[in-house]
């Protein structure tokens, strides 16, 4: 199980991204494998959001209704709070909120590899399929 992150989701739909062919080929190689994918319903929103403002609508939308290849996981109120107490104790640099509650996602799981681009993913001692990016 490999969970994504929205700077993956990102990479892979944005073809000017510089980690948009690591993110495609590792999207697509998990998927040819049948690896489950996991992700939550506070990325699904992000990513929708950053989808729409920067790229626009349409590929927004084609994310959507991309989702049925992932397992969503939507955020209740024991997962919140975690990433919550764990976003209360970070500093003004420190992880988003929305990491956070990815974060704890991955401990409960016990997911054993992260698709992210994202620093903050690499510094909390996940294993990554993917080189990350220095900010």
């Known amino acids: ?11 892979a739909a944005d073809r000017d991204d ?4 690591e993110a495609t080929s590792a999207l697509r190689d998990a998927v040819e494998r049948g690896e489950e994918l996991l992700t939550h319903s506070f990325v699904v929103v992000e ?7 920067r790229i626009g609508q349409d590929v927004a939308k084609k994310f ?7 397992r ?11 990433g919550a107490e764990r976003y209360a104790k970070s500093g ?3 992880p988003s909120l929305v990491d956070c509650v990815s974060f704890a ?3 409960r799981w016990r997911v054993r590899s992260v698709l992210a681009f994202d620093r903050h993913f690499e510094e909390e001692g996940f ?3 993917s080189k990350r990016s220095p900010g």
């Open 92 to 94: 003004r640099t420190g």
């Open 127 to 129: 294993e990554g399929v």
């Open 18 to 21: 510089r980690h948009h062919e």
């Open 47 to 53: 990513t929708a959001a950053l989808l729409h403002r």
């Open 72 to 82: 969503v996981v939507w955020v209740d109120d024991h997962l919140y709070r975690a």
């Open 1 to 11: 199980m490999t969970f994504v992150d929205t700077s993956a989701f990102f990479a």
């Open 64 to 70: 959507l209704n991309d989702l049925d290849l992932f």
């Open 105 to 107: 996602l991955i401990r």
